[in-house]
């Protein structure tokens, strides 16, 4: 069955390093896939969107990058502060009618200490 | 220009009880999808609804069901509660109906149900 995998345990960072969060999946070749953060109690919030067919994507401090070959997507936080702590999800969708077909990680959560 | 809201934010039930939750998409949106999410866990799939047409439904029981009114707004209805029914429920809008924007969905703060 389709399965995605993200970093289970907590990823405790010192402020200012690089935080790399992973996202791995089986039986499953998504056309796009997305990352979100979501702090407590409040509804994910869209970071990016990345193509089967680019293999990096790039935002402010973010950094996506896609390889469908060992299907595996990195998200890099390049000089972390204390604000990026939250729960990284990544979701992965087919394509055309991909709405019905998005699948979630269960996410990571992410602390950067001062 | 209002985000995606969800309503109520909170609301406890008792098993065996029929929950109402509306959710007003961002103006100009015509699709609206709900998810549960489970503590600790990434949010599920429930519905899609796109101009008010159903586009997509998850692996729920037909405990759960929801509309599209005309004006775009959602209502997800969840009938015979149960425990397990215990989560916070999510309303994302999008501006396209299949295909995934640049901008990806845009969410509410959800509302979280607790079932005693």
């Known amino acids: 069955s389709q399965k995605i995998e993200q970093n289970s345990e907590a990823l405790n960072i010192q402020e200012g390093k690089t935080a790399t969060l992973t996202c791995n999946y089986t039986?499953?070749?998504?056309?796009?896939l997305q990352w979100y953060r979501q702090d407590p109690g409040r509804g994910p919030v869209f970071l990016l969107l990345?193509?089967?067919?680019?293999k990096e994507k790039r935002k402010e401090r973010l950094k996506v990058t896609f390889d469908t070959t060992l299907k595996q997507s990195l998200f890099h936080i390049t000089a972390s502060q204390p604000a990026d702590s939250a729960t990284y999800l990544c979701?992965?969708?087919?394509?055309?009618?991909?709405?019905?077909?998005?699948?979630f990680g269960s996410g990571t959560r992410l602390s950067i200490r001062p | 220009d209002a985000g995606v809201t969800q309503s109520p934010t909170h609301l406890i039930k008792t098993r065996g009880q029929q929950v109402t939750l509306r959710c007003s998409p961002i103006s100009g949106h015509k699709s609206v999808s709900w998810y549960q999410q489970v503590l600790g866990q990434g949010p599920q799939f429930i519905f899609q609804?796109?101009?008010?047409?159903?586009?997509g439904r998850g692996n729920f029981p037909d405990r759960f069901s929801a509309r599209q009114f005309p004006n775009y707004s959602s209502e997800l209805n969840v009938n015979a509660l149960l425990l397990g029914d215990s989560a916070l429920y999510l309303c994302?809008?999008?501006?396209?109906?299949?295909?995934?924007?640049?901008?990806?969905?845009?969410f509410g703060s959800g509302t979280r149900l607790t079932v005693v």
């Open positions: 990345i193509r089967e067919n680019e």
């Open positions: 994302a809008s999008s501006s396209m109906g299949d295909l995934p924007s640049n901008y990806g969905y845009t």
């Open positions: 979701a992965l969708l087919p394509g055309y009618s991909s709405a019905s077909k998005i699948i």
């Open positions: 039986n499953y070749s998504p056309a796009y």
């Open positions: 609804y796109y101009e008010k047409e159903e586009r």
